[in-house]
Each structure stands twice: as structure tokens, then as C-alpha cells.
């Protein structure tokens, strides 16, 4: 199995920045994905950003340009640097890896827990 823990939550103004953290634990033998997406009040979970093992990134329209993912593969983490952020980033934050935790096992879905990020005043 393999647990996800994301950190670096919190309350932000209008404008500013912060970078969440994941760490991935557990018996871990390969994370070929590691994402972010985050669920608003009131509203269903969405995609934020993804960076698969080899480097590749993608982001929602949404957040292009303004956050940046990054993984250290040896360390089984995940970072999501946000700036410019606006009451609208609103949300839970979850990570979430897709990996196998042993060869030859067929790929599966981790997420961790979630971490709330508030953009106020």
C-alpha cells in the first residue's frame, strides 16, 4: 500500500503565495503520476496538475501560469507552488499518485487525506 500526506495548507490574502507538499509512504516501487486537484466549497473535486515520472506537466487552464508542480522522484514527493493566488483557489487540496507498489502489479490510485487552503482577506 501507499499513503499520501499533503501539507503546506493554510490562510493566504488575495495576491499571494503558497507551496503545498506531498509525500508519498509506504511500499512504493514506482509513482508513474503525481497530481494535484482540489474540491471548492459547494462544488465537485477538480484537476489542478499532474507531473508524470519522466518530467511531462500539464495544468488546468485554470491555474496555468500561475502554479508550478514539481517532484523529487528519489523522495517520493510533490510540490504545488501557487501564486497569484485568488479567493477562487478556494479549496481542499488533495495529491493524488498512480503507481504500483510492487513489479508487475497493475497501476492503482493513491490519494492522501487533503489540505485546506483558504484565500481571504
Known amino acids: 500500500q501507499v499513503q499520501l500526506v499533503e501539507s503546506g495548507g493554510g490562510l493566504v490574502q488575495p495576491g499571494g503565495s503558497l507551496t503545498l507538499s506531498c509525500a508519498a509512504s509506504?511500499?512504493?516501487?514506482?509513482?508513474?503520476?503525481m497530481a494535484w486537484y482540489r474540491r471548492a466549497p459547494g462544488k465537485e473535486r477538480e484537476y489542478v496538475a499532474q507531473?508524470?515520472?519522466?518530467?511531462?506537466?500539464h495544468y488546468a487552464d485554470s491555474v496555468k501560469g500561475r502554479f508550478t508542480i514539481s517532484r523529487d522522484n528519489a523522495k517520493n514527493t510533490v510540490n504545488l507552488q501557487m501564486s497569484s493566488l485568488s479567493p477562487e483557489d478556494t479549496a481542499v487540496y488533495y495529491c493524488?499518485?498512480?503507481?504500483?507498489?510492487?513489479?508487475?502489479?497493475?497501476?492503482?490510485?493513491?490519494w492522501g487525506p487533503g489540505t485546506q487552503v483558504t484565500i481571504s482577506l
Open positions: 509506504g511500499n512504493i516501487f514506482r509513482l508513474d503520476t
Open positions: 493524488k499518485a498512480v503507481g504500483s507498489d510492487a513489479p508487475g502489479r497493475r497501476p492503482d490510485e493513491y
Open positions: 507531473m508524470t515520472i519522466s518530467g511531462f506537466t
